[in-house]
């Protein structure tokens, strides 16, 4: 039986336990370069205990930014900074890993701290989507994505994926939720094209596919690659657990090594008629479990799980292979040393707060 503190190998990569910090956007860097703020937040969560850190949503291109403040990888100026966060991050004994995103019709916002919706005007740029449907109401007109600008796209997943071995990340996660460029051509709500690029599941996943093959290529053989994914839109008519199974098999094809899966985004509507009733602890869960039994692929589960007893109940139980916390670990950057003790199975301290420790 696993448990929370056991480690987990994936290819050459070894975790040294089953929680990992899940990527959540800061709005704080500068022209797409991390800096301290991004060396002391990360930092704090791998002194704290993780074992796997995913930075946040990191753009492959300015344009898929969702805002002027997210980090980059779309430049090659952008792999320094992120070296000092990724050494100090693996001196700590967690290993670095990054999420690569594009924003497609959700991309040019401002940053939650200085307003709310598109950017427009100065400082704004036009989104681009698989088709020429916007986010919601008063919201630019995204322009739809010719079949040579996706082609394009996904070599510039690729560079971004070589940028980020240069940076000295151990494992990369495709971002493919929450309604960003991919998750928009997976969604039948958000993809309406009748190229090849639209239509049927199989044209749906085309892209993204794509995309992850892209990825492969660039990043090393031994190195885990990991898709995060919305496993239902919550909304009727929108992509669904099924679909999700069968991309998921499909991910697993062309050298994917975990599924972190989380939900929702594709439509605004979904806020209130899904996610909203649907929000409990551990909400997710149900997805995660059923995708690693019914394709065998290591998954992560994702969504208000702050309880130690909880988070160690759905590895022990093989309904997830990786824990992901989120606001959880913002609260606390400390939660798996506490966490341990909660559980009764101590962890190592850093030596330098050894002193503090419980049992000092």
């Given at each position: 039986?696993p ?8 290819r ?7 929680i990992?910090?899940s ?18 937040h ?5 002194v704290?205990g993780?074992g ?20 980059g990888?779309?430049?090659d100026?952008?792999v ?5 966060v ?9 290993v670095?890993?990054?999420?690569l ?6 991309a040019?916002?401002?940053t939650p701290?200085t307003?709310?919706?598109p ?11 698989p ?11 995204p322009?739809?994505l ?6 394009q ?5 690729g560079a971004?994926?070589?940028r980020?071995?240069?940076a000295r990340f ?5 971002h493919?939720?929450?309604?960003y460029?991919?998750h928009?051509f997976?969604?039948?709500l958000?993809?309406v094209?009748t ?15 794509e ?6 290529l ?8 990991l898709?995060?994914?919305?496993a ?34 594709a ?7 899904g ?6 602890p ?27 007893r ?8 093989d ?8 606001r ?7 939660w ?7 559980l009764?199975q101590p962890?190592?301290w ?11």
């Amino acid at each position: 039986m696993p448990a929370l503190f056991d480690p987990l190998q994936l290819r050459s990569v070894t975790l040294r336990n089953r929680i990992g910090m899940s990527p959540m956007c800061t709005y704080s860097a500068t022209d797409g370069r991390p800096g301290a703020w991004h060396l002391a937040h990360y930092g704090a969560r791998a002194v704290g205990g993780c074992g796997l850190i995913i930075a946040e949503a990191t753009a492959i291109d300015a344009r898929g930014r969702i805002s002027p403040g997210d980090t980059g990888l779309y430049r090659d100026d952008q792999v320094a900074p992120w070296r000092q966060v990724t050494d100090f991050v693996r001196g700590q004994g967690a290993v670095p890993a990054v999420q690569l995103a594009h924003a497609g019709r959700k991309a040019g916002t401002h940053t939650p701290f200085t307003g709310r919706g598109p950017l427009g005007g100065e400082g704004g740029w036009k989104p681009v989507a698989p088709c020429a449907l916007p986010w919601d109401e008063g919201w630019p007109v995204p322009a739809e994505l010719t079949a040579a600008q996706l082609d394009q796209l996904a070599l510039a997943w690729g560079a971004a994926a070589r940028r980020a071995r240069a940076a000295r990340f151990e494992a990369l996660e495709i971002h493919m939720a929450h309604g960003y460029l991919l998750h928009q051509f997976l969604s039948p709500l958000t993809n309406v094209r009748t190229d090849e690029y639209g239509g049927g599941l199989e044209q749906r996943m085309r892209f993204p596919l794509e995309v992850t093959r892209q990825v492969r290529l660039e990043w090393p053989d031994e190195l885990p690659l990991l898709v995060r994914i919305s496993a239902t839109d919550w909304a009727a008519g929108g992509w669904s657990i099924e679909d999700s199974v069968e991309l998921c098999r499909r991910l697993s094809d062309v050298g994917v090594d975990l599924i972190d899966c989380s939900s929702g985004g594709a439509v605004p509507q979904a806020r209130q008629t899904g996610v909203a009733t649907a929000a409990v602890p551990g909400y997710q869960v149900e997805f995660a479990e059923r995708i690693r039994r019914e394709t065998g692929l290591p998954v992560a589960a994702v969504g208000l799980i702050s309880e130690p007893r909880r988070a160690a109940a759905i590895v022990a139980e093989d309904r997830a292979d990786l824990v992901l916390l989120g606001r959880a670990l913002l609260r606390d950057p400390y939660w798996p040393l506490h966490a341990s003790r909660a559980l009764d199975q101590p962890l190592d301290w850093p030596v330098p707060y050894r002193r503090a420790a419980p049992d000092a």
